[in-house]
């Protein structure tokens, strides 16, 4: 589709009054935007950042993308964009599946905020990316939010400034996969080992979504041990810790647990009050102090989570222009408990499971013979998909399922069932309804 109509195409999926007062203010810059990298102009860096959080997944999806190139959307203000390319030096390039990823270089371990939850993997961090080759491989592992993904960035952009002509890939181990499967399907398996092996630094986000095809394991084994071989260095980051991860392979669990292994553990309420007030700070937002000690203690450990409530109240503060008290922050943090509940994959699993009178682990395991058993588990995986936006590889391991292509396959087999039988199409929607209502 045209991409020059991505925000028109918005404009049917989001409220009105959010369209008129924050969509309606961004503009496409179709001068500098390419196929694969669509840029956003933005009044200031707040809507920017609203745009970014708020918007940027529905985007994607309106754009279909099923392709192994990642489409970067990417929001910036205007004064920011009206700068010259050595004054707008906030982003840096690296290497991965399109070979045009940006890292913001503001995200460094100097703006990393530490606390006694994560200083041990912050410092290992830090001297990896000093050392290379020093421990191999890293792995940061903890719950999701907690800083896991800025500390790769923040190991980008030290190395970078070291050594600027290191050769830097970062990627997430979906995306890894998808570009292998690409290869192996066009017969250019070469590049991708070229690519991979040959890297000074390799950084793979959420590792436990690894595929676990045998083929595809025993690439990224041989991958592994060439990399460490020539000196190079591997970090990762995981929700867990390998042993935990079920389908890993006994020989990659024993790898990874074999460098150096770092949990993060969640924020405690000192630290989260810190990082309200930094935020705070670089949005030039001034909160009373009993109304930031009531979000700390109120939100969950979620580091992201709180970035996006210090968004909201910024939303609230400039765009709607009234004074923030602790009556709003309140309706705030009740407005953005209600979207997030139905982000729980197993929220999904339970409602199918209650409408059909089956059990939520007939679901979650793969058994032959039973019908109304196998259409559930397509309409769980369709459900988890278009509704919450759940990844192809999480399906696959809480479906018990091969992999990302077994999930795509489910998906499509159910839409067509749908496209067939009416009754089936308004069961599903009656579904969809029902989960939203269990959110509110």
Not at 336 to 344: C, G, L
Not at 371 to 381: D, E, F, L, P, Q
Request: a positive charge; proline letters at 2%.
């Amino acid at each position: 589709m045209d991409n020059t109509n991505l925000l028109q195409r918005l404009q049917h999926e989001i409220p009105e009054n959010e369209y008129q007062q924050y969509i309606s203010k961004i503009s496409f810059d179709s001068m500098n935007s390419t196929l694969n990298h669509l840029i956003f102009i933005a009044p200031n860096i707040f809507i920017a950042n609203w745009a970014k959080n708020k918007y940027t997944k529905i985007m994607l999806k309106i754009l279909e993308v099923k392709t192994i190139d990642e489409i970067k959307i990417e929001f910036i203000a205007r004064n920011q964009h009206n700068k010259t390319p050595a004054e707008n030096n906030t982003t840096r390039k690296y290497i991965t599946t399109n070979n045009q990823t940006f890292i913001n270089k503001n995200v460094s371990f100097n703006s990393f905020i530490v606390g006694e939850c994560n200083k041990f993997a912050f410092e290992t961090a830090k001297e990896i990316a000093k050392n290379q080759g020093k421990w191999n491989p890293l792995l940061i592992y903890g719950n999701t939010g907690l800083g896991k993904t800025h500390l790769l960035y923040a190991i980008c952009n030290a190395v970078y400034e070291r050594t600027p002509n290191a050769d830097i890939i970062y990627i997430t181990a979906e995306s890894m996969f998808n570009e292998y499967r690409h290869r192996v399907q066009n017969n250019t398996m070469q590049h991708f080992r070229e690519k991979f092996r040959s890297c000074d630094y390799l950084l793979i986000d959420d590792v436990q979504f690894l595929s676990n095809t045998d083929k595809f394991q025993e690439e990224f084994f041989n991958t592994f041990n060439v990399i460490v071989q020539e000196g190079g260095q591997i970090v990762m980051t995981s929700d867990k810790a390998p042993k935990l991860i079920d389908k890993l392979e006994k020989r990659l669990k024993s790898r990874f647990a074999g460098g150096m292994m770092t949990k993060i553990e969640s924020p405690e309420l000192d630290m989260k009050i810190n990082i309200i007030k930094q935020k705070c700070a670089l949005n030039n937002i001034t909160l009373e102090p009993n109304i930031i000690n009531f979000i700390a203690t109120q939100l969950h450990d979620n580091i992201r989570e709180i970035e996006g409530t210090i968004i909201d109240i910024y939303a609230n503060m400039s765009i709607m222009n009234i004074p923030i008290t602790l009556e709003i922050v309140k309706n705030i943090l009740k407005d953005r408990e209600i979207e997030e509940k139905a982000t729980n994959f197993d929220d999904v699993v339970n409602l199918i499971a209650r409408e059909y009178n089956i059990k939520p682990s007939e679901i979650k395991t793969k058994t032959r013979g039973k019908k109304i058993i196998a259409r559930s588990r397509k309409i769980v995986a369709y459900i988890a998909r278009e509704a919450i936006n759940t990844t192809f590889p999480h399906i696959a391991t809480e479906l018990n399922l091969k992999d990302h292509s077994a999930v795509s396959k489910q998906i499509k087999s159910i839409k067509q069932e749908m496209e067939k039988d009416n009754a089936l199409k308004i069961e599903v929607q009656n579904l969809l309804s029902k989960l939203k209502q269990n959110t509110q």
